[in-house]
C-alpha cells in the first residue's frame, strides 16, 4: 500500500470530486464510516482525503510538554513525534513496538475526569475494557486524538458514532487471543465434568469426600458448539483430541472448514437437543441475547453441561438457575456474565453446581503479550496512514460523494439486512450476487463501497464484526461468502441517479419464507430510491413498492379480496402503527405478497393471528 494515502483526516484535506469517479482515481481511498443517513444531501457529513503521510495536529507551544521533536524526512527537518496516552497495563513487549515510532506515556486508574484533562495532548488512546472511551472523551481530544485502540475483542466501550464523528479511528485486536480463550473453555469443561473446583475447595476445608465428588467422562460424549468462529475451531479440535464427538451450530460458518475439522454443522434446536456437552462461542448482538433462555433449556437433554467464555448477555441467567435447580441442566462452567463483577450475593456465581471464573478467558502470559503487540502494531500503521483490517470504524468519505450516494448505500446495507434473514437457519450463504442498474460506465461509478455495505448488511446482523470500506472484503473472505457484482446498463444514458436499481440474490440457500425465491432458486430481493428514501420493490418474482424504513411484514397469501383489511385491522387492534403497506402478485387471484412496513415490532401473539388468517401460507417479520 502506497504510503502517500492516508488514512486520517487532517486540515489540509483537499476535497475529491462531486462523483465517486474521483474518489476511485487513486488507489483504495480513505476508510469509510457509513451513517444511517436519509435522503439525498444527508447533514453532519464531515469528510477528507489525505494525501501526506502520517498527518498530525498544529503543534503546541513551546511551553507544552507533549511536544516531542524528531527527524524525519531527506533534508532531516524537524517534525512532531506523534504521541500515545496508554489508559490501562499493556505487556512491555507492547510498549517496545510504540515506542519505536511514537513517544508513549502510562498512565493507569486514570479517573473520567483526569482523562478528560489529559486527553488532548495524544494523538491515539490505548485501553482495555476497564476505560470508557465516551462521546465526552473525544470531543476533548478531537483537535488531536486520531486513533483509539482497544486491546482486545469487544469494543463495547468506545462509542464508535462519536469516533466516526470526530474522524476517529477506532482499531481493535481480534485474533491474539484466540487460543487463550479455547484453551480456557477446554480447562473449564474438564474441570466442571470432575468437580475439581467445587473438590479442591472442599478438600481445603478439611473434607475427604471422594465419593460426592464422582465425575463423568467426556470420551464418547458429544460436544456442541454454538459459534464456529475462530474460538469455537480451536475448541472443537481440542475437543477432537480428548476423544469427543463435536458438532456445530453457526448458520455461516464455512462448510469446509467443519468438515476439515471433523465436525457436523446442524440447525440450533438439533444441537442442543443432541449434546452432552455445550459450549457457547457466540457474539451478544440481539438476536443472541438470552438465546439460552428457558424455553431452549427445555430442548435440552436432561443432565446437560453448559461452558460459557464468550458473552454473559447470551444466557438468561435467572433461567439457568432455575434449570440448575430443577437438574435439567447438571453443571455450568462460566467466565463471562450479564453484569461483571456479578453481584456478591448472586444465586448462579454460588450455585454449587456451578464452576466460576472472573473473565479469565484471554489471561496468560503468551495472549496478554500478543494482544498487546497486535493491538500496537495497529496503532502505529493506522498513525502512518495504512489501511488496517482490524479498523471497526473509518473517517468519511467526501462531503459530495456521500451526498450524492447516500440512500444507495443506505439501500445496499438494507437489502443486505433483509435478505440475511430470510436465510433459514440451517442453510448458511454460499454465493452472494449483486446486480446494479446504472447509466453509468465503470470509470463513473465506483462499486466498492455498495458492495461494501451489502457485506455489512449481511454480516453486521450475524456477528460481532463491524464491516466498512476497509474490511469488506476481508470480513467476507474470512467468512467463506463469494461476492459478486453485474452491472445492467439502463435504458436512459442521460438518467441523473447514479443507480436506477440493486439487486441482492443468494444462490445455494434454504429460505424461511418460500415467496423471497426467484424461478431461478436464488432468494431475490431489489431496490430502488425514490425521492431519497430507499424502498423494496421486488421480493422473488412479486413486485412491492414499500419504504424501508422501521421494520416489515411480508405475507405470501391466497389473492383474494379483503386481506389487506384483515391484516390491518389485526395489527391496528394491537397498537401497531402501519407506516407503509404494498402487494405484489403474479396473476389475479392466483397468489400475492402483502408488504407491511410497520413502526413497532408485533408481539408473537399478534404475528401468530395474521398466520392463523386461512388465506396467509406464510409470513415473515424482518427488522430493518
Known sequence: MAASRALLPAPHARAAG?????????????????????????????????????????PPSESDS????????????????????????????????????????????MSPAELLAKVAQFDALIVRSGTKVTREVLEAGRGRLRVVGRAGVGIDNVDLQAATEAGCLVVNAPTANTVAAAEHGIALLASMARNVSQADAALKAGKWQRTKYVGVSLVGKTLAIMGFGKVGSEVARRAKGLGMHV??????????????????????????ARADFISLHMPLIPTTSKIFNDESFAKMKTGVRIINVARGGVIDEDALVRALDSGKVAQAALDVFSVEPPPKDSKLVLHENVTVTPHLGASTVEAQEGVAIEIAEAVVGALKGELAATAVNAPMVPAEVMSELAPYVSLAEKLGRLAVQLVAG???????????????????????????????????????????????????????????????????PAAEAPLESIQVRLSQVQSKFAGAISDGGDIVLEGRVKYGVPHLT????????????????????????????????????????????????????KQAIMAIGVDEEPDKETLEQIGAIPAIEEFVFLEL
Open 18 to 58: 462531486s462523483r465517486l469517479a474521483a474518489a476511485s482515481a487513486a488507489p483504495l481511498p480513505s476508510s469509510l464510516a457509513l451513517p444511517a443517513a436519509r435522503g439525498r444531501g444527508a447533514r453532519g457529513i464531515r469528510c477528507a482525503i489525505v494525501s501526506s503521510p502520517a498527518p498530525v495536529a498544529p
Open 66 to 109: 507533549s511536544l516531542r521533536i524528531s527527524r524525519g524526512g531527506s533534508g532531516g527537518t524537524l517534525r512532531p513525534k506523534p504521541a500515545v496516552l496508554v489508559a490501562e497495563k499493556l505487556s512491555e513487549a507492547g510498549l517496545a513496538v510504540l515506542r519505536e515510532f511514537a513517544d508513549v506515556e502510562c498512565a493507569y486508574g
Open 247 to 272: 458438532i456445530a451450530h453457526d448458520p455461516y460458518a464455512p462448510a469446509d472448514r467443519a468438515r476439515a475439522i471433523g465436525v457436523e454443522l446442524v440447525s440450533f434446536d438439533e444441537a442442543i
Open 426 to 492: 440451517e442453510s448458511g450463504i454460499k454465493g452472494v450476487k449483486v446486480v446494479y442498474t446504472t447509466a453509468r460506465g465503470p470509470d463513473d461509478l465506483d462499486t466498492r463501497l455498495l458492495r461494501a455495505m451489502v457485506t455489512k448488511g449481511l454480516v453486521e446482523p450475524v456477528s460481532s464484526t463491524f464491516v466498512n470500506l476497509v474490511n469488506a472484503d476481508y470480513t467476507a473472505k474470512q467468512r467463506g461468502l463469494r461476492i459478486t457484482e453485474e452491472r445492467v446498463a439502463h435504458d436512459s
Open 538 to 589: 421486488l421480493v422473488g418474482p412479486y413486485e412491492v413498492d414499500v419504504s424501508l424504513e422501521g421494520n416489515l411484514i411480508l405475507c405470501r397469501q391466497i389473492d383474494q379480496p379483503g386481506m389487506i383489511g384483515k391484516v390491518g385491522n389485526i395489527l391496528g387492534q394491537r397498537n401497531v402503527n402501519i407506516s407503509f403497506m404494498s402487494v405484489g402478485r403474479t396473476f389475479r387471484g
